[in-house]
């Protein structure tokens, strides 16, 4: 039986995957098909927003859809094969599930294409929810009983706190340690590396009772 006191919600680029070299690729293909100039290496600084988010800064409003269309037309093939594990990912998931908890990833990356990443890296999740960022999290966290959300932007802080959820920041993507302190994270991480032992030590009271 899961343990709904256990179980957490993950983030998914630069929290379980490193997908900037994929991202990059990808936008730079969608610069090449396009004809508009996008500079992948500043996309990947601010890695974290919705994909038409990104691309209003590079195009006029008109043509983002279409430059978004192409752009998930070619990350299956493009970007999910140069994914790899965030230090870490692989352990932080099965410490979760040792503990009779459920694993839950809530991410902005369209639904489709986390689905993909999950499976070629090999991760076993119970639920994954796409297309939400920010407090859009919330609903997502609270339907599904996560009682922390791990991840890496301000916004997944913004997320936990909409989803009654402990708010447990790694310091792996665009923001350092003391940022993500500053904006309220109830839990400063490294990397992933550091989350199973922090996990052990915060069920502990919650197993005893």
Known sequence: MSDPMNSVGFDLDLTLADTRAGIAAVYDEVASRTGF??????????????????????????????????????????AV????????????????????????????????????????????VDELVGSVFGAAKGPAL?????????????????????????????????YPAVELRDHGADVILGDLTEFAEWFDSWRTPTALV
Request: glycine residues 10%; charged residues 20%.
């Open 142 to 174: 609270a339907t599904f009983g996560a009682a922390a959300y791990v991840g890496d932007h301000v916004a997944d802080i913004e997320a936990a706190r909409a989803g009654g959820a402990v708010s447990v920041a790694v310091a792996t993507g665009v």
């Open 81 to 124: 094969p140069v994914t790899t594990l965030m230090p870490g990912a692989r352990e932080a998931v099965d410490a979760v599930r040792r503990a009779g908890g459920r694993v839950t990833v809530v991410t902005g990356k369209n639904a489709r294409d986390a689905a993909h990443t999950v499976e070629f890296l090999g991760l076993e």
């Open 37 to 78: 100039f996008i500079d992948s290496g500043a996309v990947l600084a601010r890695l974290g927003p919705p994909l038409e988010w990104e691309l209003a800064n590079w195009m006029p409003a008109a043509e983002v859809p279409a430059a978004a269309d192409v752009y998930r037309r070619l990350y299956p093939s493009i």
